[in-house]
């Protein structure tokens, strides 16, 4: 059961990196939302800028050479970058959480996961080391860990790669979070334990009528799990829809090249379309639309603005001058 | 000397997963950094005192008139005279050349030395590594002045060579464990098994894909480490084992001197130019290390 | 635990062989009469030398000498120097010299270097970081000597804050001006070796996940990056005390402080390969011992080189 | 020995290994009392000296001492501590030089001065109360003249009838076994107090060798045991241990009430060991010691360190540079004469200190001494040009032997060889060793170039000079010089009775030697000594700089 209610609202954030060369813009100007019970996906590639914007709004991002240079991030209405620090981190690691890609190294090597989902506990409830560490084996036992209660003193080291994530979402849903964002949470993983991991966060976000925002350079995740998809482009927000609207009928280019390098029946035994070109360096971000030199429908025009991100359809926004409206796609 | 070598190697240890840099685009980063370029010059300066003192000083070293001993400066001899009366500015540039040599000469040769043995260790387990390391272990267990002193009190004659080859003997081991540890990292990296699937010789890899992959860390550590060399070399001539007349360096220099207190530029001098080469050594050490790190290169 | 106690012993034992055969070979080696070099410049009837000779077993061949040497140490009876010092006596009274140097001296180091440190490590970047690379840069560069001289001359002979040389004031008294000197020369080390670590820490994923769960940065820093970033500079300290029963040869002649580092320089200076030997033999064992205890101590902070 | 400052080791060596001599009694006495003796004073400082006002603290630079047994003791630090404890049989008067009895009662010789009878005071005692008698001495000496034992002093008694008996020869690098017989058969106790020596040949300046302290006498439990005494020494002078002494420890001496003779002013002494000369003289600027040698670095600027509070020894002795006479290269006389007159003494002197360029083989103190004795000691880097051309040049560099154990043993290589090169154009180079190594090659004739060496008298004689450097079969003739013309005339002088005579003839052996010149003579050179405000050193022209004989102010 969903309420549907807004949990975050990122409105406009816009963040840079003070570097010896000058300022870099990582993240210019996204907005994006996540309902109760929803899972957004923030689908880009590396350096789009879809963990900086995640970990920027949360204050872990280091700051500097990090700076956030406007936008909001509303938690049920409180701006939590207009915060206190102190304030801040009532919400965040309690009522929202992370879970972050490399287990191995997200986890600190000389604590046992034990201590360390307990620390969420006694932290954030006050709660005495004994309690904290018996809800910590709960914990463990809810995302299926076997033996949960013998694992907590084990190290990080001692578990496999996807039992680890296992332990990265126990520590994450330990206080019952409103908003989990899972950073590329199955990346490291292989296919069956990835999909292993996809169903427990399904299947946790649905008995807790959760937010999820799953940040992920992986269509085929996307189209597993997500509600709605947020797509990235070196920096910017270059397409926002419903994931069935998106991978059935993309509008920008971007998406569209996405869409049409994901392996598929359909495709077998033919040699697998891919974009051409690679991803600006945000030193040298092209002029106008980022994606201008790799897309195959550029003109001229593209090189002189920005494109505003603009709605093409109900629910569907797309940052394309060639295509201001859903119908000209077709065109195009 | 191996206070330095031992933080050296476990901060640059820290650079033993890091992406290494094109030379061009090391060169352009640490061109950018003033101090760099400061230190670059003065060490530069030192380097050409090195090679030809005479542009430095007209005055002949080892002209000296004992009358004048240790009587401070006066016009033409901006130093002062040494004991033996000779002019301390000339003994002072000349005394550059030793004192670069040695820390030249030992820091390079315990690069070549650490990183040979460090590559073989690193990337040959088994006999190779036990025996590398084994023979480590063994100079690392006797204490490094002992042997120094006992060496070079056996030399029938103390060159530089033979002070460098000693440095030698006792520095490798440092370096090497630095270097077998980072060959560890890499040596399972897929350009590593990509060139050895496709069965190019072991020395050609370790030349051309482990050595370039690895030897960073060892880099800076050398670096870092060069400027120790001559504050060695002055408590060699402290301990009676430095190097003989008629050589002339900034360690005996000061080594001499430091006994006379009255006459503080004997020991002033030399003390400047040998610190002021550390320095600039290892903020070049230190640019280096911070341009290869690659937590700033984001 | 035991096990690799026992096997990092075994190991140790061939390693000992050719470390005191080696120094014992290299002392041989040293041009030069032993017993003339006791004598100074004067002539000593030839039956007094070669009673001493045969006390000393120096008319034995090399290996004899050195296997009567390695039987002395074994068994505990290590007999005088050819100056006619009772070792045993000698080590009694040099090692508690050569200990409270070295442990004050370090813990003089540690004490900076870890303050010095974890501080410019944590506000990286501030007035205090800056200097303090700077501060490390000169003292890294100023050599041992000036500084020993220096200092006993300032705070010895003119400011008499200290003794100037000697043991007679006792622990902490005479010991204070050469710790200092040593610690604060060594300080820079450990400070720039901290700072480096603890850098290197907080740019670590884990410190991320500690701050997405909300942690203070107090918490986050004595919990989750320190323990971390400890690990490295344990292992440095571990080296360091490791290397201490060698002795600060030059610290301790300047100082005058009766240490292993004198009696290792003194022995050395008169061809007695015997406590050269044994002094090695000695260094040898502390530097095991303690690189074995600094090991078995990693393994308890750092779960993932546990020894089993 | 009177050349080596007792204060230190390293000291010692700085111009180039004095050469000390065992039996030199007066040399050892005139050196070491110049250490000896001071006073301490009542500031010191509370770091040890004894209570009370009269007490001194003496800083000896060098290791500390490992025992106090005289007998087996032939260096300053050893002698200096016995000179406190022990008494000697003999000594010298400070004020006229003459020779006045302590122990002895007399010291008499036979027509021939072969044979000694020494009687004894009555009443002196050891510090463990039994009466001091000959056969303490006699007992004493066999003891020492036993080569088993191995004691330093062993050699002194070489000039002893039966000596030979009991150190056989061995063969080289064999363990001297225990004789059957174990006394000299030159050595009689006649009564309690009355024992004879016998020495092999006559010998008329053996009465002043008896002054040595290396000949003091050991009671019987520590003959028995040596060993079990090392630090606790039982000996017949005016100090005693004050307290228990062990390894390392600074030595406490108090005064000892059964003394009976003349004893100094002080009532205790504490002998602190320093080795590193330049840390000893800091303690004293520090105040932590009231008597210090003036270490070789030191010596440009003592007296602004300590106005008022410094002395100086009477120099006695010589320094010279060694030629090696085995090395062809060194054989031309015309040769050596070049090399002594391209030395510059006066700037040499100037930078050893405390110096004057010497004109003479022996020391200028010594009857007989003349201040022109040597033509080529004069610096002319002309005429020594010339000499070098006439010679023939010199092939190869010339090698500079020096100490590494002395602080200024480079430096003052150094500038003799920058005179050597400037002024006769040849190449020099330099070759650091420690000493007794540089002795042992000398010895050896395998050294190569110059080396420095000093020597001072064992008892005030030109012949102590000339016997033991330039007789074919001298002692100390480490240059291997030889020529019969010298022994020779040397050999007249020593047959000669009337003394001025004799030294005349010496004088023609001088003369010899300097024509040939297988030493050049440098520099002579005096001691200086720190001492604090509260003490005033005894200084004699004859005996040196005594800190034991200090008197307090």
């Known amino acids: 059961m969903t309420t549907g209610e807004v949990l975050l609202k990122v409105e406009n954030l816009s963040v840079e990196f003070d570097t010896p060369r000058g300022a870099v813009r990582a993240v210019d100007g996204v907005s994006w939302q996540v309902r109760a019970g929803e899972t957004l996906a923030i689908l880009g590639e590396s350096g789009s800028g879809k963990s900086v914007s995640t970990q920027a709004l949360t204050g872990i991002l280091e700051m500097p050479p990090g700076r956030i240079v406007s936008g909001t991030a509303e938690y049920r209405g409180a701006d939590l970058i207009a915060m206190t620090t102190k304030e801040r981190r009532r919400i965040v690691g309690d009522r929202i959480t992370m879970v972050f890609q490399d287990s191995l190294s997200a986890l600190n090597p000389v604590q046992s996961v034990g201590t360390q989902i307990a620390e969420c506990y006694r932290v954030h409830r006050g709660m005495s080391k004994r309690d904290a560490l018996k809800r910590a084996a709960e914990m463990l036992d809810q995302v299926r860990i076997p033996a949960a209660a013998k694992r907590a003193r084990d190290y990080p080291h001692e578990f496999s790669g996807g039992m680890r994530q296992r332990v990265m979402l126990a520590m994450a849903l330990a206080l019952d979070p409103d908003v989990l964002i899972a950073d590329e949470p199955t990346t490291a993983l292989d296919v069956t334990v990835q999909a292993q991991i996809l169903e427990l966060i399904a299947e946790l976000q649905a008995e807790r009528d959760m937010g999820v925002v799953l940040i992920t350079h992986d269509l085929g995740v996307v189209s597993d799990v997500a509600d709605n998809v947020v797509v990235m482009y070196a920096g910017h927000v270059v397409e926002r829809a419903s994931t069935a609207a998106a991978l059935d009928r993309p509008v920008h280019p971007y998406t569209e090249g996405l869409l049409g390098s994901m392996p598929s029946a359909d495709l077998k035994g033919q040699e697998l379309p891919t974009i051409p070109g690679t991803p600006p360096s945000l030193r040298a971000i092209p002029s106008g639309c980022a994606f201008r030199p790799r897309c195959p429908i550029a003109i001229g025009d593209c090189a002189h603005d920005v494109p505003p991100l603009l709605t093409v359809a109900p629910g569907r926004d797309a940052a394309c001058i060639r295509r201001t409206t859903l119908l000209e796609r077709e065109a195009g | 000397m191996s206070d330095v070598q031992a933080v050296v190697s476990a901060e640059a240890q820290e650079l033993g997963d890091g992406r290494t840099l094109s030379n061009r685009e090391l060169l352009r980063a640490l061109l950018r950094k003033p101090q760099f370029v400061l230190c670059s010059l003065l060490l530069l300066v030192f380097f050409a005192m090195a090679a030809v003192p005479k542009v430095f000083t007209s005055a002949d070293p080892r002209f000296c008139e004992l009358s004048k001993s240790r009587h401070s400066r006066e016009p033409g001899h901006p130093f002062g005279f040494d004991i033996q009366g000779c002019d301390y500015f000339a003994n002072v540039v000349y005394g550059a050349r030793p004192s670069v040599l040695v820390s030249i000469c030992a820091s390079f040769g315990v690069f070549i030395l650490a990183g040979t043995f460090g590559l073989l260790a690193g990337y040959f387990p088994g006999f190779v590594d036990a025996l590398i390391s084994r023979t480590a272990d063994v100079l690392f267990a006797v204490p490094g002045l002992v042997v120094l002193i006992v060496i070079l009190n056996s030399v029938p004659n103390r060159s530089i060579w033979i002070i460098v080859g000693v440095i030698l003997l006792i520095g490798w081991p440092g370096g090497m464990r630095l270097m077998r540890s980072t060959v560890f990292s890499v040596r399972n990296r897929e350009y590593v098994l990509a060139a050895r699937s496709i069965g190019v010789p072991p020395l050609r890899i370790l030349r051309k894909h482990v050595f370039p992959n690895a030897m960073a860390p060892l880099l800076a550590m050398t670096t870092l480490g060069i400027g120790g060399m001559v504050g060695l070399e002055a408590a060699l001539t402290f301990l009676g084992v430095g190097l003989q007349p008629p050589s002339i360096s900034w360690g005996s220099q000061f080594g001499v001197a430091a006994s006379y207190r009255d006459t503080p530029h004997l020991f002033l001098w030399p003390a400047l130019f040998i610190s002021t080469m550390t320095i600039s050594f290892m903020i070049i050490g230190d640019s280096i290390r911070d341009a290869l790190d690659p937590k700033l290169l984001r | 635990m035991i096990r690799f106690v026992l096997r990092r012993l075994l190991a140790a034992i061939p390693i000992g062989v050719i470390v005191t055969l080696g120094v014992f070979a290299l002392v041989f080696a040293m041009p030069g009469d032993p017993l003339r070099e006791l004598a100074g410049d004067k002539p000593i009837p030839a039956a007094v030398l070669a009673a001493k000779r045969a006390q000393f077993h120096l008319d034995e061949p090399f290996l004899v000498q050195y296997l009567l040497s390695m039987k002395d140490i074994l068994t505990g009876n290590f007999g005088t120097t050819f100056a006619g010092a009772d070792i045993a006596d000698q080590l009694r009274l040099r090692i508690p010299v050569t200990l409270k140097l070295t442990l004050l001296a370090n813990a003089v180091q540690w004490t900076l270097g870890l303050i010095f440190g974890i501080y410019a490590g944590f506000k990286r970047n501030g007035l205090i970081d800056r200097s303090l690379l700077l501060v490390t840069l000169v003292l890294l560069a100023v050599p041992g000597l000036v500084a020993y001289f220096a200092a006993q001359f300032v705070f010895g002979v003119q400011l008499k804050w200290f003794p100037v040389s000697g043991v007679l004031e006792g622990f902490p008294n005479s010991y204070l001006l050469p710790a200092l000197v040593i610690g604060v020369l060594g300080f820079a080390g450990l400070a720039r070796l901290m700072r480096t670590s603890i850098v290197e820490t907080v740019n670590a994923d884990f410190v991320k996940t500690a701050r997405a769960k909300g942690l203070g940065e107090q918490r986050v820093l004595w919990r989750h990056i320190l323990p971390n970033a400890l690990l490295p500079v344990v292992t440095f300290i571990g080296l360091d005390l490791a290397g201490m029963f060698g002795g600060a040869i030059i610290t301790e002649s300047i100082f005058n402080l009766p240490g292993l580092g004198q009696f290792m320089f003194q022995a050395i200076k008169l061809k007695e390969g015997g406590v050269v030997v044994l002094l090695s033999t000695l260094a040898f064992l502390s530097f095991i011992v303690i690189n074995l205890l600094v090991d078995l101590l990693y393994g308890i902070l750092d779960p993932r080189v546990r020894h089993v | ?553």
């Not at chain 4, 002309?382 to 480079?410: D, M, R, W």
């Open chain 4, 1 to 553: 020995m009177a050349l080596d400052p007792p204060a230190e080791r390293r000291f010692a060596e700085e111009v180039g290994p004095t050469v000390r001599r065992l039996t030199g009694v007066v040399g050892v006495a005139l050196g070491l009392s110049l250490v000896l003796a001071s006073c301490g004073d009542g500031k010191s400082s509370g770091s040890g000296s004894g209570d009370g006002a009269r007490s001194t603290v003496i800083a000896i630079a060098a290791e500390p001492l490992e025992y106090i047994n005289p007998l087996n003791e032939n260096g300053s630090p050893g002698i200096q501590v016995a000179m406190a404890m022990f008494a000697p049989l003999v000594t010298t008067d400070p004020n006229t030089g003459k020779l006045l009895n302590v122990m002895a009662d007399s010291v008499t010789p036979d027509k021939n001065s072969q044979t000694w009878t020494i009687k004894l005071k009555p009443g002196n005692t050891f510090q463990n109360g039994q009466p001091l008698t000959a056969k303490d001495y006699v007992d004493s000496w066999n003891l020492t003249a036993q080569g088993s034992t191995a004691w330093k002093n062993n050699g002194f008694f070489s000039k002893i009838e039966g000596y030979d008996a009991l150190n056989p020869e061995t063969p080289d690098g064999a363990t001297p076994k225990p004789t059957a017989v174990k006394a000299l058969s030159g050595l009689k106790q006649v009564d309690d107090l009355t024992f004879t020596v016998k020495l092999k040949v006559p010998f008329s300046q053996f009465g002043l060798t008896l002054q040595y302290f290396g000949l003091a006498p050991l009671p019987e439990e520590v003959r028995k045991d040596p060993d079990a005494y090392k630090r606790k020494p039982i000996g017949n002078g005016p100090y005693k241990l004050a307290a228990d002494w062990n390894a390392g420890d600074d030595i406490k001496l108090a005064k000892w009430d059964g003394y009976k003779q003349t004893a100094p002013d002080a009532d205790a002494i504490t002998f602190r060991f320093i080795p590193n000369a330049d840390t000893a003289y800091n303690e004293f600027q520090a105040g932590t010691v009231d008597f210090v040698g003036v270490p070789s670095t030191k010596i440009k600027s003592f007296k602004d360190d300590a106005p008022d509070q410094w002395v100086t020894s009477v120099s006695s002795g010589a320094n010279y540079l060694t030629l090696p006479a085995w090395d062809e290269r060194f054989k031309n006389p015309k040769l050596r004469h070049a090399f002594s007159m391209a030395i510059d003494r006066k700037a040499y002197a100037d930078l050893v200190g405390l110096a004057e360029p010497a004109k003479a083989l022996v020391a200028p103190d010594m009857v007989g001494y003349r201040a022109d004795a040597c033509k080529y000691c004069d610096f002319d880097a002309a005429k020594a040009k010339q000499l070098l051309a006439e010679a023939g040049g010199f092939s190869g560099p010339v090698n500079i032997n020096y100490s590494t154990t002395s602080a200024t043993g480079q430096i003052f290589a150094e500038a003799l060889g920058n005179m050597i090169r400037q002024n006769l154009g040849l190449e020099v180079k330099y070759t650091g060793k420690q000493g007794s190594e540089i002795t042992e090659l000398a010895d050896t004739r395998k050294l190569d170039g110059l080396r420095f060496s000093g020597w001072g008298h064992d008892y005030p004689s030109i012949e102590d000079y000339l016997t033991p450097m330039f007789k074919s079969t001298g002692d100390a003739n480490f240059s291997g010089y030889s020529n019969p013309k010298l022994d020779q005339v040397l050999a007249q002088g020593d047959a000669q009775p009337d003394p001025d005579a004799a030294i005349k003839l010496y004088q023609q052996a001088e003369d010899i030697a300097l024509e040939d010149m297988p030493l050049i003579p440098l520099i002579t050179k005096s001691d200086a000594f720190l001492h604090s405000a509260k003490i005033e050193p005894r200084v004699s022209k004859y005996v040196g700089v005594s800190a034991l004989w200090a008197t307090f102010k």
